[in-house]
């Protein structure tokens, strides 16, 4: 039997049934098919689900769908504007090329917004620390590192 649960993601309010098991990352991906939010480990250790929850960078293999009940979620989907412009962090992600396969991109990149919008992070020892929830196994990091100092400024 489902359970009832409101919230609103991406901007958009929506009522659905969920099971009381289904993790949040699954009602994401299957439910809503917002596929972005990759499901990796399903562990919380490789950061490939990472979404905001409340503003937050959050783990969505983590949590179940039903502690998602009044809240306000983003996932990659809902950053970049109406008009298709990107997100300043997406568009430094595209212009240094902190990406190679792109599977953990959609996650970096939520992580890297809370990373610049929450911590400080003036430095590339500190963006690397703030960062290490998230792994890739493509790039070695250093334009990603990259990224997100070029981010900065745009979103101060």
Do not use: W
Request: aromatic share 2%; net charge negative.
């Amino acid at each position: 039997m489902g359970i009832p649960i409101t919230l609103k993601v991406n901007g958009q309010a929506l009522t659905r049934q969920v099971e009381p098991d289904q993790l949040l990352v699954q009602f994401l991906r299957e439910d809503l098919a917002l596929t972005g939010t990759h499901v990796g480990c399903d562990t919380g250790q490789c950061g490939a689900c990472t979404i905001h929850l409340n503003g937050r960078a959050v783990k969505s293999c983590t949590m179940l769908a039903v502690q998602a009940n009044g809240q306000e979620l983003t996932t990659i989907e809902g950053l970049a504007a109406a008009d298709g412009t990107l997100h300043p962090m997406q568009a430094a992600f595209k212009e240094c090329h902190g990406l190679q396969c792109g599977f953990c991109t959609p996650g970096m990149v939520m992580s890297a917004i809370d990373l610049v919008q929450h911590h400080r992070c003036a430095t590339e020892a500190e963006i690397r620390e703030g960062l290490e929830g998230n792994l890739c196994r493509c790039t070695g990091y250093q334009n990603i590192v990259r990224a997100v100092q070029a981010a900065i400024p745009a979103m101060k």
